[in-house]
């Protein structure tokens, strides 16, 4: 069974101070593996996909890194305004087109 | 670009009357289109996916007869719960695969449905 698990549940950090949310991942065969942000009341917003083990993907602060078994969003000198719940998902290639497997998500509190 | 709007963003109703709610993409054409289920704290459960032009596919556990959708054109899906209840109120949304087979899912704003 296709099962996504983040930790940790909650993360505070003082602005600047660097960290990395974590996303272990279990499927048959992987298809893609999908960053979210989400911020309260709103739908997920598109960050990164990953494809296979070793690729890495870039947006500001935020830097996606991708194993056979784990997915990391490293978060660099982060800002309040990166305060969210980041939610990873993964597709399987024996599931059909849209089934993402969500993560329950990691929520991120950066004090100024 | 891959822009997903809702509408209504927010809506109550009564027990035991029907609400519509749009999902429409706005810079892109989406064959297939998704709806999701998301309760306090918790994460999002697919509930459908929608295909143009044919009938949606449910998820296990998910009626189909109270969650009627609707993909009439490639920019537009509906889902419309019929005689709600209580406990179908939650925070509804949509997404729509990108075009051109990256298996990205762009996600809109989410409805707040609130029955009384």
């Known amino acids: 069974e296709d099962q996504v698990t983040q930790s940790p549940e909650a993360l505070r950090l003082q602005e600047g101070e660097s960290s990395s949310l974590n996303c272990s991942y279990t499927?048959?065969?992987?298809?893609?593996l999908f960053w979210y942000r989400q911020d309260p009341g709103k739908g997920p917003e598109f960050l990164f996909t990953?494809?296979?083990a070793g690729e890495e993907k870039e947006k500001e602060r935020l830097k996606a890194t991708l194993t056979k078994k784990e997915s990391f969003l490293h978060i660099t000198a982060p800002k309040p305004e990166d305060s969210a719940t980041y939610l990873c998902a993964v597709q399987d290639y024996g599931g059909s087109q849209g089934n993402l497997i969500f993560g329950k998500g990691t929520k991120l509190s950066v004090k100024p | 670009g891959a822009v997903v709007s809702q509408h209504p963003s927010w809506v109550i109703c009564k027990s035991g009357t029907s609400v519509k709610i749009e999902c429409r993409s706005l810079?892109?054409?989406?064959?297939?289109m998704f709806w999701y289920r998301q309760f306090p704290k918790q994460s999002l459960m697919l509930m459908a996916t929608?295909?143009?032009?044919?009938?949606?596919?449910?998820e296990q556990g998910v009626e189909k007869d109270k969650f009627l959708i609707n993909h009439a054109s490639l920019t537009l899906s509906t889902l419309t719960v019929t005689s709600a209840h209580p406990e179908d109120s939650s925070f509804y949304i949509c997404s729509a695969l990108s075009e051109g087979g990256s298996y990205e899912q762009y996600f809109g704003p989410g409805t707040r449905l609130t029955v009384t």
């Open positions: 499927v048959s065969g992987l298809r893609g």
């Open positions: 810079d892109f054409q989406a064959t297939t």
């Open positions: 929608s295909n143009e032009g044919s009938k949606a596919t449910y």
């Open positions: 990953l494809y296979s």
